[in-house]
């Protein structure tokens, strides 16, 4: 009996992976951005202020860290069909049970989800790389994530008025989860146990980025999460604040991350190409301080505007992605680093959701919130042009660069 590389898949097996990997991939954002357009009602119910705001929207960042610092040991001790599966129920189950608790149980509900959705963004990519047809999956993976992001933003409000209370809205979101469990069932990762190669014993993160010389890109990395995820949990409450309905936020998030989908699906193999992909970085992060200066300024006067030319901004998720796709693959353990970057950056992404908490609970109005979030972005884009090229880095390991012909295969 002979054993099915995942790469070797028919055409109707590679339909099922594909629709497998778009319904797991819509669960990467929905369960953390629906909560924006009702952070206040939420935090309303629970008779709380915009400090426990503040943990709410940080606790899915701090959950990401953990898991990208431990991605390595995870790698190197499950199966890839293992921790899908378990990564989903994971999150179905807190996304249920969150709302009906009390605030305690929301914020751990969110944390525990957050893990599940973590364990979820590192094993999608190994999927995606071993799978067979990587541009195809790529462009799936990175389509549903955006995707559900925006139906996160934009559904929310409108389910609240529809089902009689924000607690069902939320609650609604296990539901994909479930539908994604079902659909790897009936997918190629639905049998055997394929482990992904090259897992190691994670070294020290710290190490791993001054070994490699990718700080800079790291740090890079944890301010645009840092921006994306005040813009995630906050910015709703910054537009109803200055007379926007709830619905219309909703939307307008929805819009900022719609127009993140064609960037991140074309923009990328550019960046790939590109022997400055630090000058994409950086010239896309000035979309993101246009964009924040604009609600700054003028939150309610063009909000559409804004919306489009941050969501520009915030697109630079996926080319920072890239870039650590680049980096990882020059060096003899692409796992350790892409880990060590990723980790970090959460952990440094997870102080701004918080932060803002704070700031507000003593600041009048919006201007200082904002003014700080605009120091970061400006130090963001900076950083950008800081990072460098891929090739500045001393771990060189040509062995684990692309085969062109398997890929076209």
């Known amino acids: 009996m002979t054993t099915r590389h995942p790469g070797d898949v028919r055409p109707v097996a590679l339909v099922a992976l594909v629709i497998a990997v778009a ?38 960042v701090i959950a990401f860290a953990i898991t990208s610092l431990l991605a390595p040991i995870a790698l190197s001790r499950i199966s890839v ?24 149980v929301f914020v751990a509900a969110t944390f525990a989800a957050a893990i599940g959705v973590g364990l979820l963004a590192v094993l999608l990519p190994v999927v995606v790389r071993t799978g067979g047809h990587t541009r195809v999956l790529v462009a799936t993976f990175t389509t549903a994530l955006q995707a559900g992001a925006t139906i996160g933003f934009v559904a ?58 990718s700080g800079v890109l790291a740090l890079f990395f944890g301010l645009q999460a840092m921006v994306a995820f005040v813009v995630i ?15 219309a936020a909703g939307a307008y998030l929805g819009l900022l991350t719609c127009t993140a989908v064609p960037i991140s699906f074309l923009i990328p193999p550019v960046v790939a190409a590109s022997a400055h992909p630090s000058r994409w970085l950086a010239g896309f992060s000035l979309c993101t301080v246009a ?6 300024t003028a939150p309610a006067a063009a909000p559409l505007v804004w919306s489009v030319v941050l969501g520009a901004g915030l697109s630079v998720f996926s080319l920072a992605l890239t870039v650590i796709t680049m980096r990882a693959g020059a060096t003899a353990r ?11 950056g959460y952990l440094i992404a997870a102080a701004g959701p918080y932060a803002v908490g704070v ?29 460098g090229d891929p090739a500045v880095i001393t771990e060189a390991h040509p062995n684990s660069l692309p085969n062109e012909q398997t890929e076209r295969r």
């Open 81 to 104: 069909r293992a921790g899908l599966f378990a990564s989903l129920a994971l999150t179905a189950l807190c996304l249920a049970v969150r709302p009906w608790g009390d605030l305690t």
């Open 291 to 296: 964009g924040v200066l604009g609600f700054l």
């Open 156 to 213: 929310v409000v409108p389910l609240t008025h529809a089902l009689g209370g924000w607690q069902w809205a939320l609650a609604l979101w296990s539901l994909p989860a479930v539908a994604a469990i079902l659909a790897l069932w009936r997918s190629p990762l639905g049998a055997g146990d394929t482990r992904p190669p090259g897992a190691r014993r994670p070294a020290n993160p710290i190490a791993v980025l001054r070994r490699t010389g």
């Open 359 to 387: 700031i507000r609970r003593f600041a009048d109005g919006w201007a200082v919130p904002l003014g700080v979030l605009l120091a970061i972005a400006v130090l963001q884009t900076v950083a950008g042009f800081a990072s």
């Open 23 to 60: 319904a797991a991939g819509l669960n990467l954002r929905p369960g953390i951005t629906a909560v924006g357009p009702v952070l206040d009602t939420v935090t309303g119910h629970y008779a709380a202020g915009a400090r426990a705001a503040g943990v709410v929207t940080a606790a899915p």
């Open 233 to 247: 949990g906050w910015l709703p409450s910054v537009l109803e604040d200055n007379g926007v309905s709830a619905s």
């Open 334 to 344: 692409p796992v350790e680093l892409s880990s060590a970057i990723q980790g970090i």
